[in-house]
């Protein structure tokens, strides 16, 4: 039905997004909740932010830095301990720098629960980290083998993070990536840690990336990750991109909470996944943790944030009202969702909603009282017309059923 009554410029002619499958990572727990303004959640919330990661089938999730203390390691052990007993299908890494005080926590984690932990260990590769470090590429290399060596040799899944990747010197990034794949890393992360990236940044480097590991003949061993920031506002699309150019992992966390303005929205990327059919997951939960998340690290979704917004599929307009009724009255669910939103809400946990308000017409009215179980009686419906046309926003619920009430 959709290519009779959707003609889908994104589809035609020479310009196409091409999104193919690809795994995702989250770091909600890690990165998420380094943001300055949020609340670290309890241990029974990450506990719950996991078992519906896994749902949705996300690949992976950083479960913390247990470097950062007693408390990180407790909850990052207790967070492995439930993907083990409860048998969930999502694999657990923790992050570190490349110093053996954060990786042996770690290690420790690995051996007291039996679950091979993903060892996301960075450092800084830019120019500009150097200078105000005072490092210079001996020192760094050293680092990246010192610390690969340890989790590959302690039999873990060892990934090597170079932070602030987009602004790194190629001769330095080459040496670097050597050096851990020589130690047996498995994976790189890109990084986009201050959100200086445009699309074709993402591009560039990624294919550089690609082209250097195929050269070394390691492409098929070697996975390549992204991990963005949103300070340009260029988060998702850089992810998408990222995806384009041939990355195996994408990163992001729930929100987009993280550092500063925080990292890409894991969740608006599944949507967008989603509708370019590169994610097959059933994603009808995929608001339930959105409100968890937002509700426990005190983040509030601002109204207008695609798909999880309170004003995504809100409508007190009469013209869009009036046209979703239209399709509903025809029985037609598939047609009512589409036919003023580019999003399904149903795929994601959401619904369209018809409210009333100054700029609403008499059907809006009549909907709103008949999905609610009342009769759409002249009267009663002119009262509420009325009322509606003297403010100057919509009406809340219980304001109308106010003037139900006094009209019974």
């Not at 988060?235 to 995806?243: E, F, H, K, P, T």
């Not at 690290?297 to 695609?306: D, K, R, T």
């Amino acid at each position: 039905m959709s290519n009779d009554v959707v003609y889908d410029w994104n589809t035609k002619g020479q310009h196409t997004f091409g999104l193919g499958a690809v795994e995702l990572h989250d770091e909600t727990l890690r990165d998420g909740i380094q943001c300055p303004s949020v609340t670290d959640p309890s241990i029974d919330v990450k506990k719950d932010v996991v078992r519906r990661l896994a749902s949705l089938g996300v690949h992976s999730v950083n479960v913390g830095l247990p470097g950062a203390g007693p408390r990180a390691v407790a909850d990052s052990q207790t967070l492995v301990e439930v993907v083990r007993d409860e048998g969930l299908s999502i694999s657990v890494g923790c992050a570190a720098r490349t110093h053996p005080n954060d990786i042996q926590p770690i290690i420790e984690i690995s051996q007291r629960t039996g679950v091979p932990v993903e060892i996301f260990t960075f450092l800084g590769s830019s120019p500009i980290r150097m200078l105000a470090e005072s490092w210079d590429e001996a020192k760094l290399e050293q680092l990246t083998r010192n610390a690969v060596r340890m989790g590959v040799q302690a039999g873990l899944p060892t990934t090597f993070v170079t932070e602030d990747t987009v602004r790194s010197q190629p001769d330095t990034l080459r040496r670097l990536f050597d050096a851990a794949i020589e130690e047996g890393a498995g994976r790189l992360v890109l990084c986009d840690t201050v959100g200086h990236s445009t699309p074709p940044g993402v591009s560039n480097l990624v294919g550089w990336v690609d082209d250097h590991l195929r050269t070394q003949g390691v492409r098929d061993r070697v996975k390549i990750d992204w991990h963005g920031h949103s300070d340009r506002g260029l988060s998702l699309i850089n992810a998408l991109r990222a995806v384009q150019a041939g990355c195996d992992r994408i990163h992001g966390t729930v929100l987009g909470v993280g550092e500063r303005v925080g990292n890409t929205p894991l969740d608006l990327l599944l949507v967008n996944l989603k509708l370019e059919g590169a994610e097959e997951q059933d994603l009808t939960g995929l608001a339930e943790l959105v409100d968890l998340v937002s509700a426990h690290v005190e983040v509030p979704i601002p109204v207008s944030y695609p798909v999880f917004g309170r004003d995504a599929f809100r409508t007190g307009t009469g013209v869009h009202a009036a046209a979703v009724i239209k399709a509903q009255a025809k029985g037609d669910d598939w047609l009512a969702d589409r036919i003023y939103s580019g999003v399904p809400a149903s795929w994601f946990g959401r619904k369209q909603e018809i409210e009333i308000g100054h700029q609403s017409g008499v059907s809006n009215v009549k909907y709103w009282l008949q999905a609610r179980g009342y009769e759409p009686r002249d009267q009663l419906v002119e009262a509420i017309f009325t009322a509606a046309k003297a403010e100057n926003r919509l009406l809340s619920d219980d304001e109308v059923l106010n003037i139900v009430r006094a009209a019974t």
